[in-house]
C-alpha cells in the first residue's frame, strides 16, 4: 500500500482517448483515476450513456484502481453516479468495487443557486440513492464535501475550511431528516481540500481539518470516522504567463498534501 492514493484526473472530450490516456498513466504509477465527465466535452469526457462509460473505462479494474467521478455540469452528479453504478454492477465482484461517486446537492447549489424542486426534495432522492449505493457497493464513497470551489473563487485559507465543514454539517443534517441516518452518511463523505505553493500554510489547512472534522462528530454525537482528504493543487496559484515557474509550484503544493496528511493527491499539470 503506498502512503497516499495518486489520482490522475481525465477530462478528453472522447471516450475512446480518454481510454488510451487512462491506461498509459496507470502504467506509469497513477493508482486511481479521476474521470472529469461533461455532457458539452468543454471540461470534460463526453458520457451520457453506458456504452460511452464502457468504453472509457475499458479494460480497468475498479477493485485494484479506484474510479472518482467529476461531475462538470449543473447537476448534483446523481444521473453520472447511476451510469458508474450500472458499469460497477456489470463487474466480477460489484461489493469489491472502489468508487467514489462524489454526489453533492450542495455543490450544485453554490454553482448554480438554485436546484429544481429545492434542495430538500435533491436531498430526498440522495438518501435514497446513497443508501443503495453504500449497499450495493461497501468499499466505495458517495458523497462529496466541496472546499477546492471556495479555494478557487478566492476564498482565504479560514473561509475555505469554513464552507468545508458548513457544507459537511448541513449535508449529514438534511440527509438523516431525509432518512439517512448522520452516522451512516458521515461515513460516506469525501472531503475535497485545495492545496497551493504556500506548503506550511497547506499543511496546517488539513490538519486544521481533521480537528473540525472531529469536532463536529463529537458535537453531534456521533461516534468517531475518519476523515478522507482528497487533496487537489490550485488552479489559481497556475499562471500562464511563466509557466516553468508552475514546476515547482505544484510539487510544493503535492508536498503540503502529503505531509498534511491527505489520502488522495491530485496533482494539475
Known amino acids: 500500500f503506498l502512503p497516499w492514493d495518486i489520482r490522475q484526473s481525465f477530462s478528453h472530450p472522447d471516450p475512446a482517448t480518454t481510454n488510451q490516456e487512462i491506461l498509459r498513466d496507470l502504467a506509469r504509477g497513477v493508482t486511481s483515476i479521476h474521470l472529469g465527465i461533461a455532457c458539452s466535452g468543454q ?35 446523481a444521473s453520472a453516479a447511476a451510469l458508474l453504478a450500472l458499469w460497477a454492477g456489470e463487474q466480477d465482484d460489484p461489493g469489491a468495487q472502489k468508487l467514489a461517486f462524489n454526489i453533492s446537492p450542495i455543490r450544485q447549489l453554490s454553482f448554480t443557486g438554485k436546484i429544481g424542486g429545492g434542495i430538500d426534495a435533491a436531498m430526498a432522492k440522495t438518501a435514497a440513492l446513497v443508501t443503495y449505493l453504500a449497499a450495493k457497493f461497501p468499499a466505495s464513497k458517495s458523497l462529496a464535501v466541496d472546499g477546492q470551489t471556495a479555494h478557487e473563487a478566492a476564498a482565504s485559507e479560514a473561509q475555505e475550511l469554513g464552507i468545508l465543514i458548513a457544507d459537511a454539517v448541513d449535508t449529514l443534517r438534511r440527509l438523516d431528516a431525509a432518512g439517512l441516518p448522520a452516522a451512516d452518511a458521515a461515513n460516506q463523505l469525501v472531503f475535497k481540500i485545495a492545496v497551493d505553493a504556500n506548503y ?7 490538519r486544521a481539518a481533521r480537528r473540525l472534522w472531529s469536532r463536529v462528530l463529537d458535537a453531534m454525537g456521533l461516534a468517531p470516522v475518519p476523515m478522507e482528504i482528497h487533496a487537489v493543487t490550485s488552479a489559481r496559484m497556475l499562471t500562464r504567463y511563466d509557466a516553468w515557474v508552475n514546476i515547482l509550484r505544484g510539487p510544493a503544493a ?11 493527491i491530485t496533482v494539475r499539470t
Do not use: E, M
Open 43 to 77: 471540461r470534460g469526457c463526453i458520457i451520457t450513456n453506458l456504452d460511452q462509460l464502457s468504453t472509457a473505462l475499458n479494460g480497468i479494474r475498479a477493485d485494484i484502481a479506484a474510479i472518482s467521478l467529476g461531475h462538470r455540469g449543473a447537476g448534483s452528479g
Open 254 to 264: 503535492c508536498f503540503a498534501a502529503a505531509t498534511g496528511g491527505a489520502d488522495v
Open 200 to 206: 506550511g500554510i497547506g499543511i496546517a489547512k488539513l
